[in-house]
């Protein structure tokens, strides 16, 4: 990042850099203190050529390793300045229900971007048997038809294309490549993987961290269905976007209001709570919630509310204000492209990456969440997970676990074991009203893969690589992470032990009281200053209605008064001393 300048000066202007979704393309941008995040994302579109840009997004993460979305309706130097270098990474952010309603073909190329990076890191989970049909389908489209001179032995073992890319998946996904792809061209097989893709329960959900009221490790997807939850590899609630009254958070806890018509006469409310590993990782998981309900189910983007949540008595809260057209108004924009199809510049990608490409920092899932401080529910249902027996590519209970993107693709020729409960857990979710959840969605079998609790499975961005020195600013003070080294945790500090027992009491008067004078007095000063001074600046705060009635019922009678008092003081003193 440029050095930054006087905060007078406008046109100073700021470098960042945005990964691609080839990991082997980087765009580098320019952008000024006034811009906001929509001219960062329009600039991408641009350069990407692609004109259907409100399905896309560029996702950063922060100095504490939190990620967001780059809000376009913020400047972009208030989201980023904590970061050095700035860098995003350009995603799919809202994925299209039905990816063939799109009207470009480039742009249903990078939904199939996204969706590889996906199936290789893990988010898109599916049966050994789906996996290797759409590993088969990225084969022939990097390769073109299977030619037996050059594709000899395990040519595919040298491709990234699965998380879990054991030795037995690849000779399936050679076998279909061989026998069922030929003839395919490049397009053919990025529709017929789109095709396959989009019918996928986990189609279009980035998995977030939570735990229920028990303590169990759960993850909860978000996409255009609604909000779904997952435990080991089965899918347990599905909270419909029809059926969800209200999305709000407390702290740590994501709660989600649902309204159920289980009766045509009677309709019945339960509250279900989440505990999340932070406080920024609560308001992420709230935001996109909302974001994605309000996209997928208004009529038109001037209807979307005006969101607040998170507040306490010490806190206003987060206040969220969706900006952007909806889905429905882009799909009802029938008018011309004006244009022709643009050509897309299809490359290899799956046995290169670029050395020079600087990735994101992954964001850490605390060890202990602790438990839901909501009332607890009776309800309960079979969730176990069967653990698979052998390695047989039929096996529907083959483990494949996801991870971050940042990670190399280790899994496929590691040994890992999934550590698996004898006892069937409890099904996620907390509610108000015992045992009103409705029975656990169990439409996807066992054969799909498995979430992993590790430090980064949710985050699909990666450490920071090989920053430019360009891009260093001298006043950020964020250190800059690299590939493979951990910032030192300090020693845990010994909790002293009081002498005195009452070192531990709280007295709310002694913190209330002097808090309420400083700020009725901080008050007071401010309107003195407002209403007797005449600095132009102040004008239009002076002019304003309520000052002009503050000024008539209260301030001139009480100025008068105090100025009468103290009168009738000095003219008594003046006649003391004269006598």
Same mark, same amino acid.
């Given at each position: 990042m440029l050095k930054f300048g006087s905060k007078s000066d406008v046109n100073s202007t700021y470098k960042c850099t945005v990964r691609l979704l080839e990991d082997t393309e980087i765009l580098e941008c320019d952008f000024q203190i006034h811009h906001k995040g929509k001219y960062l994302v329009e600039h991408v579109c641009r350069q990407l050529n692609l004109i259907e840009k409100d399905y896309f997004g560029l996702r950063y993460v922060d100095s504490s390793k939190q990620r967001h979305w780059l809000d376009p309706a913020?400047?972009?130097?208030?989201?980023?300045?904590?970061?050095?270098?700035?860098?995003?990474?350009? +995603?799919?952010?809202?994925?299209?229900p039905d990816p063939f309603r799109l009207k470009e073909e480039i742009t249903r190329y990078q939904v199939y971007l996204q969706l590889k990076r996906d199936l290789l890191h893990g988010r898109l989970y599916c049966t050994p048997g789906e996996a290797a049909l759409l590993g088969a389908y990225i084969v022939q489209a990097?390769?073109?038809?299977?030619?037996?001179?050059?594709?000899?032995?395990?040519?595919?073992?040298?491709?990234?294309? &699965?998380?879990k890319q054991t030795q037995l998946i690849e000779e399936k996904i050679m076998e279909l490549h061989q026998t069922q792809m030929k003839g395919q061209s490049p397009e053919s097989t990025e529709t017929n993987f789109l095709r396959k893709a989009c019918t996928l329960d986990t189609y279009g959900i980035d998995p977030h961290p939570v735990k229920d009221h028990r303590g169990n490790q759960l993850y909860l997807g978000i996409n255009h269905l609604g909000i779904l939850t997952f435990q080991?590899? +089965?899918?347990?609630?599905?909270?419909?976007?029809?059926?969800?009254?209200?999305?709000?958070?407390?702290?740590?806890?994501?709660?989600?209001?649902?309204?159920?018509?289980?009766?045509?006469?009677?309709?019945?409310?339960?509250?279900?709570?989440?505990k999340c590993p932070t406080g920024a990782a609560c308001r992420h998981v709230w935001r996109c919630a909302i974001e994605q309900m309000l996209f997928f189910t208004l009529p038109?983007?001037?209807?979307?509310?005006?969101?607040v949540s998170g507040g306490s008595?010490?806190?206003?809260?987060?206040?969220?204000?969706?900006?952007?057209?909806?889905? +429905?108004? %882009? &799909?009802e924009d029938i008018g011309p492209l004006r244009r022709e199809e643009p050509t897309i510049n299809r490359a290899s990608s799956l046995r290169r990456k670029a050395s020079s490409v600087p990735a994101t920092p992954s964001t850490p899932i605390a060890s202990d969440l602790g438990y839901s401080s909501l009332p607890r529910s009776?309800?309960?249902?079979?969730? +176990?997970?069967?653990?698979?027996?052998?390695?047989? %590519?039929?096996?529907?209970?083959?483990?494949?676990?996801p991870v971050a993107e940042d990670q190399e693709v280790k899994a496929r020729t590691?040994?890992?074991?999934?550590?698996?409960?004898?006892?069937?857990? %409890?099904?996620?979710?907390?509610? &108000?009203?015992?045992?009103?959840?409705?029975?656990?969605?169990?439409?996807l079998s066992t054969s799909e893969y498995l979430f992993r609790d590790s430090v980064d499975h949710s985050s699909s961005e990666s450490q920071l690589v090989g920053a430019s020195h360009s891009h260093r600013s001298s006043r950020s003070q964020t250190p800059v992470l690299r590939a493979g080294n951990k910032l030192p945790l300090p020693p845990p500090r010994p909790s002293p032990v009081p002498t005195n027992p009452r070192s531990k009491s709280f007295s709310l008067l002694r913190v209330f009281i002097p808090s309420f004078l400083l700020t009725a007095?901080?008050? %007071?000063?401010?309107v003195i200053i407002v209403l007797e001074t005449d600095y132009e600046v102040l004008g239009a705060i002076r002019r304003a209605p309520e000052m002009v009635t503050l000024r008539r019922i209260y301030y001139e009678p009480i100025k008068e008064y105090f100025k009468a008092k103290f009168s009738s003081k000095v003219s008594n003193t003046r006649t003391a001393v004269e006598a």
């Open positions: 913020k400047t972009i130097i208030k989201q980023v300045k904590e970061m050095d270098p700035v860098l995003f990474s350009f +995603r799919v952010k809202f994925y299209p990097e390769l073109g038809d299977y030619d037996p001179e050059e594709h000899i032995e395990n040519y595919v073992s040298e491709m990234k294309i &699965l998380l080991g590899s +089965r899918k347990t609630h599905h909270f419909r976007w029809a059926e969800v009254h209200k999305i709000n958070y407390e702290g740590k806890m994501f709660i989600i209001h649902i309204i159920y018509n289980e009766d045509p006469r009677t309709k019945k409310k339960h509250t279900v709570g989440f038109s983007s001037s209807e979307a509310p005006s969101v008595f010490f806190s206003w809260g987060t206040k969220f204000r969706y900006s952007g057209r909806v889905e +429905r108004e %882009i &799909l009776n309800h309960s249902a079979d969730c +176990r997970l069967d653990t698979a027996a052998g390695n047989d %590519i039929n096996d529907p209970a083959l483990p494949l676990e590691a040994d890992e074991t999934i550590p698996t409960d004898n006892e069937a857990p %409890i099904c996620n979710g907390v509610t &108000l009203d015992t045992g009103l959840l409705k029975e656990p969605d169990q439409s007095l901080s008050l %007071i000063v401010i």
